[in-house]
């Protein structure tokens, strides 16, 4: 069953694309994408929920929410999440 998220703030834009986001149980979830690699888990360095070669380039370091969301749609669950975008792009994005 996936995790279900209730909220996310991108807290970079690229290389690496990473993201804060919390759980449906307040569990602190930390995603990141760099070199064409993306990683989720509880935490920094904690234990991991997800990863995978994501990026169609060695480097790749950016990726959309959209992509995000396709490709950890096994595992994550975003139809309730509040997307925190406004502080970074100043103005709303939608999906």
Not at 3 to 31: H, L
Not at 32 to 39: D, K, P
Not at 46 to 68: H, K, N, R, V
Request: charged share 25%; aromatic share 16%.
């Amino acid at each position: 069953m996936p995790i279900k998220i209730v909220r996310a703030e991108r807290t970079c834009f690229a290389c690496p694309s990473q993201w804060d986001m919390w759980d449906d149980q307040g569990n602190y979830i930390y995603v990141r994408f760099r070199h064409g690699y993306l990683t989720v888990s509880y935490d920094v360095g904690g234990e991991m929920i997800f990863e995978s070669e994501a990026g169609e380039y060695a480097d790749d370091g950016f990726m959309t929410e959209p992509q995000l969301i396709d490709i950890t749609a096994k595992h994550l669950d975003f139809t309730s999440t509040q997307w925190i975008t406004e502080w970074r792009t100043g103005f709303d994005i939608d999906f």
